[in-house]
């Protein structure tokens, strides 16, 4: 009972002493407003006050209490234990098991250790067993673990190392960082989060699964906007779900109006239709299924047995009928148009590519190589089947080149068949077996022995109607042509010139030979091929 009374006494004298001496460096010292025992052991802690019970201090406008303390008022500065519980104006409270604080105006720091609790403005909360709050500049530390929640919002952040700043409300964590909420998780190993904004910075190699929308983001530069749902990404990052992939060195995207742009080597690849797009420049909007390709773009089918490969100046893609089962797309593409196949390419100024019934269509001055064949013509429309060309169809000005070999003299000989029309069919191994011309035909046609190939004659004929049937070889078989005018020359006796057909143009230069080719524009087309 005296030692109670005695420390009483004492705690009573040291309030009656603290504001005179504080009033000489402005409010800085701490004050010990209560306990219920006070009581010094110079041998053991020389200059410090040893309090117990209720034990309140109050430094500014931070108050704390505790079940016991050593406080030093000399350096401005206590030990806290038990139950310790802090105070800050009205934006944050801070609980304990044990704290050391420093009031000294060049530190103004605060420890705390094990069951770490601090709530910043009601709705934020900090678990962790080790943090340092530095109140000069208002910045709460943990090296040991932690883990924030934002009830309001729904966020969970847990991390090794991390760093809040109470006035901006922005964090830095590192090691370990996984930042979660119902609608998306972010794992990485460091992360800015600026609370407000509800944004994350990712700035090392990050994943980001959207649960609500069912998409995943790859990165290790860029922002994620989480209220919004948005996407600013760098540095080659990756954006996926389960029907698509789109990387590029600056990706955009909007999950809520389903819209994406990107800037810089984009990769857009459509897994389900298993195709591909790349360009400099890119936008897609998923709910229309549109989308638009500049700067280089080239697009790769590899849904059948054979890649083709297919550039142009622009590329344009829409889709038809978007998430039914009659779902289909059509690819425009504008200007320089060059294909590459192994068995087939092709050239021309526009191309329209439609999924719905595996064709390609061609548009001013086309040409079409498929094997040591080539058609040209003002509008050509070749029918795909799972890995071979099945049929080609070419309106207007129609004229079929297919290049045979005279072994006897070492010249280039071509069976050439001139219309206003024609329709070329193949079998499934890619070969031409049957070609019908329409319309003011014009043709020249070196029969062949059929034992050593060699060239019998050349006959030049014109009809409205011809028909031509090919072997497995792509040998002739039979010609039908109703009501034919012709004549037939000896090897020896053509006439000069008469062994080529009016406009008659063989392309090999032009030709793409290897997949990169694509990307060459002949200067020959650049004047026009028929001029």
């Avoid at 929640?149 to 590192?174: M, P």
């Avoid at 849904?303 to 889709?319: E, Y």
């Avoid at 280039?412 to 329409?438: P, T, V, W, Y």
Wanted: aromatic share 12%.
């Amino acid at each position: 009972m005296h030692s109670i009374r005695r420390g009483v006494v004492l705690c009573l004298f040291a309030l009656l002493l603290m504001p005179a001496m504080a009033q000489k460096g402005g409010d800085q010292r701490i004050y010990l407003d209560r306990s219920d025992e006070l009581r010094y052991d110079e041998m053991r802690k020389p200059g410090v006050q040893i309090v117990k019970g209720h034990v309140a201090f109050r430094h500014g406008g931070t108050r704390l209490t505790c079940d016991s303390a050593y406080f030093n008022q000399n350096n401005n500065s206590f030990e806290a234990f038990g139950h310790v519980y802090m105070v800050q104006g009205d934006t944050l409270t801070l609980s304990c098991e044990r704290a050391f604080y420093d009031g000294r105006p060049d530190a103004e720091m605060v420890y705390a250790r094990k069951n770490v609790k601090v709530v910043h403005r009601k709705s934020s909360e900090l678990y962790t067993d080790s943090l340092n709050y530095d109140r000069k500049f208002n910045f709460i530390y943990y090296a040991e673990g932690g883990h924030f929640v934002d009830k309001k919002k729904k966020v969970d952040l847990v991390s090794d190392w991390g760093r809040y700043n109470l006035d901006t409300r922005e964090a830095v964590v590192y090691y370990d960082v996984v930042l979660k909420s119902p609608d998306y998780e972010i794992n990485t190993d460091t992360l800015y989060y600026d609370a407000r904004l509800e944004r994350a910075q990712i700035v090392s190699r990050s994943t980001i699964y959207n649960v609500k929308n069912d998409y995943q983001i790859v990165s290790s530069n860029g922002y994620y906007y989480m209220s919004s749902d948005k996407t600013e990404l760098f540095d080659h990052s990756t954006i996926e779900n389960k029907d698509r992939l789109i990387t590029g060195d600056s990706l955009y995207y909007d999950s809520k109006l389903k819209r994406s742009r990107g800037y810089g080597n984009v990769v857009y690849t459509d897994k389900k239709n298993k195709n591909q797009l790349t360009s400099g420049h890119f936008t897609y909007d998923e709910k229309t299924g549109e989308g638009f390709a500049t700067r280089r773009p080239v697009f790769t089918d590899f849904s059948q047995k054979d890649t083709l490969w297919l550039h142009a100046d622009s590329m344009r893609v829409k889709t038809f009928h978007i998430d039914t089962d009659s779902m289909y797309r059509e690819v425009y593409c504008y200007h320089h148009v060059r294909a590459y196949r192994v068995d087939m390419q092709a050239m021309c100024d526009s191309l329209v590519i439609c999924s719905r019934d595996s064709s390609i269509t061609m548009l001013k001055e086309p040409i079409v190589w498929h094997q040591r064949q080539q058609l040209t013509g003002d509008q050509i429309v070749v029918l795909m089947r799972d890995s071979t060309i099945k049929e080609a169809h070419v309106e207007g000005n129609a004229f079929t080149i297919q290049e045979i070999e005279d072994k006897d003299n070492q010249l280039k000989r071509f069976q050439q068949i001139s219309s206003k029309r024609s329709h070329s069919f193949f079998d499934e191994k890619g070969n031409l077996r049957m070609n019908e011309a329409q319309g003011n035909v014009m043709v020249v046609f070196h029969p062949q022995d059929d034992k050593d190939s060699t060239l019998m004659g050349m006959v030049y004929a014109e009809s409205d109607t011809l028909r031509t049937f090919l072997s497995s070889r792509r040998k002739m078989e039979k010609i039908w042509m109703p009501k034919a005018e012709g004549v037939m020359y000896p090897m020896t006796q053509i006439p000069p010139g008469k062994d080529r057909l009016p406009n008659f143009a063989w392309h090999e230069d032009l030709r793409p030979l290897k997949r990169d080719d694509i990307f060459i524009w002949p200067e020959k087309q650049k004047k026009g091929l028929f001029e």
